[in-house]
């Protein structure tokens, strides 16, 4: 448990690091901001921002009215060039929300939806990568 | 006595909703905020929104089934959300673990 502690108070800007939620959702998270109580995080693939208590690693999330519990469960940091396709992700997907923010019934190209070689090699990368190394 | 003019109404029941009231309760959003539920009923019964183009299952097939997946603004069936990242070339076990961080569903 203080391993757990120290992982938790490691965490920095710009991190990437994994939760769990009750549902068995991969919470990719990309560290926004650390407070002395708080990280917050947003999730690469669908942009929503989570607040992790800082001490537990613990965060709520309320989707379509249900509310699931999200753990911090792996803080071990990626290969660069998986990280950097974390990020092109996270990059991809917030272009979509600005789009959509403009224009609701924007749609994204083929190209913007469809996922690349090395997007699908980096995304079932991370898959087997946090749960072989948990903390 | 003087009435100050912006002093009109309070003392009407006026129905606070600020978050430091017992009474306070989140508005109902689409992504939440209502009453949560302890169980997957709700997200149980989202519905399949098809996927962008032409080939959802909107036009036929599954269409308004459970969705599981939050992909590009849309809720989507496992179909869907395959399709929509066309990778419906893949084995199964790799389209599931390639789509957990899109989950909205119960597992």
Redesign the interface.
């Known amino acids: 448990m203080p391993d757990r502690v120290a992982a938790l108070r490691n965490i920095a800007v710009g991190d990437i690091f994994h939760a769990e ?1 009750s ?6 998270c990309l560290t926004l901001s650390v407070s002395e109580k708080t990280i917050r995080a947003r ?4 942009q929503i921002i989570y607040d992790f208590d800082r001490a537990t690693g613990n965060a709520d999330w ?6 699931y519990d999200c753990k911090v469960d792996s803080v071990a940091p990626l290969p660069s060039d998986i990280h950097q396709i974390m990020l092109d992700l996270d990059r991809k997907h917030r272009e ?2 600005y789009r ?1 923010a403009e224009n ?1 019934d924007w ?2 190209s ?1 190209e ?4 690349t070689k090395d997007e ?1 090699r980096g ?2 990368f991370v ?1 087997k990568f946090y749960e072989d190394n948990q903390i | 006595m003087s009435t100050y003019p912006l002093e009109w109404g309070w003392h009407t029941s006026l129905q606070s909703n600020q978050s430091s009231t017992s009474e306070w309760k989140p508005k ?1 959003t ?14 149980a019964q ?1 519905k399949c929104e098809g996927m ?2 032409s080939s959802g299952c909107q036009f036929g097939g599954s269409y308004g089934a459970s969705a599981m997946y ?4 849309r809720k989507q069936c496992f179909d869907c959300a395959v399709k ?4 419906d070339g ?1 084995p199964g076990d ?1 389209q599931v ?2 789509l ?8």
């Open positions: 939620a549902n068995g959702a991969s919470l990719i999730n690469v693939a669908t309320y989707v379509y009215g249900t509310r979509v929300e959509l609701p749609t994204p083929p913007q939806s469809h996922f699908i995304l079932l898959d | 109902p689409l992504l939440g905020g209502a009453e949560p539920n302890s169980d997957n009923q709700q997200v989202l962008t183009g939050n992909q590009n603004g929509e990242r066309a990778i893949l790799e673990r390639i957990r961080p899109h989950l909205i569903g119960g597992k």
